[in-house]
C-alpha cells in the first residue's frame, strides 16, 4: 500500500455504507465538520483517513478494497485513502460502547448520577483491556500507512492510547490529537480509577499538540496533567514536560463553513420543508431546539423551562410553537434508551397540559431529518442550546448562521460555543431553568432590529474558524 504523508484517525469516517434493496453497496456520507475540513488539506499531500467499519455494508465495503481506495465521492475529499477497521464485535463493543460512550463521555461531560455510578469492577478491567486493543488495532493500521515523518491527526476519547502507542514505535512520526468534548476537572476526573486516568493521560501526551474547542478545557487537561503525572505542567505557556519532550496544548475553536451551510439550506428540499412547517405553525412564533437524544443536551429542562414559560406568562399560549426536532442516539447505553422515553413523556405531557383544538404547542419529531432541521433553524425566532456540558455545540454556530429573519439565541454558559457567541447570545445556566424560561421570554420579545442585528454579529463570529483553517491550524502546530 501506498505510504501517507497525512493521516486521519477517527471512530465515525468520512463515509458510511447501506445495502441497496438488490444487495449492491450504496455510500453516504459519515459524520461532522471534520470531513469538510479535510478538502483544503487532502490536496496537498497523499492523505489517509483510518476509521471503524461500524455495519456489515462497511466490513463489506472494506474487504473490497483493502488499499483504501473504497468509493467515497462526495463524501470525502478526492484521491483521499480511507481504510475501515473490522474490529471484533466484542472488542468494539467494550471499547466504544463501555469505556468511550458510557465511561469517558460521562466523566468528560460530568454526567454521572454520583450515589449509584459509576463502580468500577473486574468488568470494567476487561473491558479496558479491549479498549487497549481496538487502540493498538488503529495504531497498527496507521503505522503500516504512515510514510517517513508523516503527520497524523487523532480525533477523540475514543483514541486516547493512540498517540504514545505510535510515539513508542515510531518517533519520526507528527502526532496531534483533538478532543471534541469538555475536559473534566480534576475532582471529577478522579472518578476513574488512578491507574487508568494515567494511562489515558499518558496515552495523548505521546501526541506532539493536542487541542481542544475551548480555554475552558485545555486548562482543566493541564490541571489533570498536574494532578496525576509527575511532569512539569507550565499553564501560563499551555505545555507539559513528559518524557523528555514538550507537548503544546491549543484551543482551536472548531466554527461553521457558513459557504457550504448557506448554499445548502437555500435547496429545494429545505425550502419545501421550510413551507410545510410554516403551515404548521401559522403566523405564531417558534422555538426551535436540534439535538441528538444525548443527555448533555439537557432537553428535559429545556422543556420545563418552555412549560415555565406557558404557566407564568400565559400571554404565549397559543402565541409561539416550541419544534424539538431531537433523534435517538446511543441506543446500546441504557440511560439513553431511558432519556429518549423521558423526553417523549414529558413532550406528552406539556402538550396535554396547554393544546387547544387549534394549537400544538410542542411539536416533537425523534427523526434525524438534516434538510428539516435546516429549516427549522431558517425559521427560527428562538433558537434554545442549553447542554449541561458540552465541548463545542454546532447546532448555535449552524442557526445563527442559516437563519432568514434573524433569530435570537439562547444559549448555555457551559457550552464551549459561549466563549465565542457569549456578546449576542442570552446566556443561561442550563440547571437554572426558570432563568432559561425568563431567556425564552426575552428571545420572544426582541425588537426585531436588534435580533437581527444581534444574529449578524453572531454568524460572523460563528464562522471564525471555518473547518479547513480549524484544521490548518493544528497541522500548523506541529511544524
Ligand atoms: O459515537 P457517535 O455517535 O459517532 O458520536 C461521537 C461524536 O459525538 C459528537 O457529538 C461529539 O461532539 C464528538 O466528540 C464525538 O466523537
Redesign the pocket.
Known sequence: MDKAQLLIA???GPVSFVHRQDGSLEHRRG??GLVAGMSSVATESDALWVCAALSDADREAAAAAPDGRIDHTGHAPEGMRVRMLDIPADTFASA?TSV??STLWFVQHMLYDVPNKPAFGSGFRADWERYREYNTAFCEALLHGAAGDARVAV????LSLVPWMLRQRRPDLRITHFS??PWAPPEYFRLLPTDVARELLEGMLGADHLGFHSPRWADAFLDCCAAFLNVAVDTAARTVEFGGRVITVGVHPLGADPGDLRERAAAADVTERRETLRRRVGDRRTIVRVD?T?LSKNIVRGFAAYRELLTTRPEWRGAVTHLAFVYP??GDVPEYREYTETVRSMAKEINDEFATAEWTPLVLEMDDDFPRSLAAYRMADALLVNPVRD??NLVAKEGVTVSDDGCALVLSTEAGAADELGADALLVNPFDVTETANALHAALSMPRQERAARCGRLAEAAAAAPPQRWFTEQLRALR
Do not use: L, V
Not at 155 to 158: L, R
Open positions: 477517527s471512530n465515525r459524520g461532522g466504544y468511550a460512550n480525533q477523540d476519547y475514543h471534541h468534548t441528538r444525548e442516539s446511543r465541548g463545542m
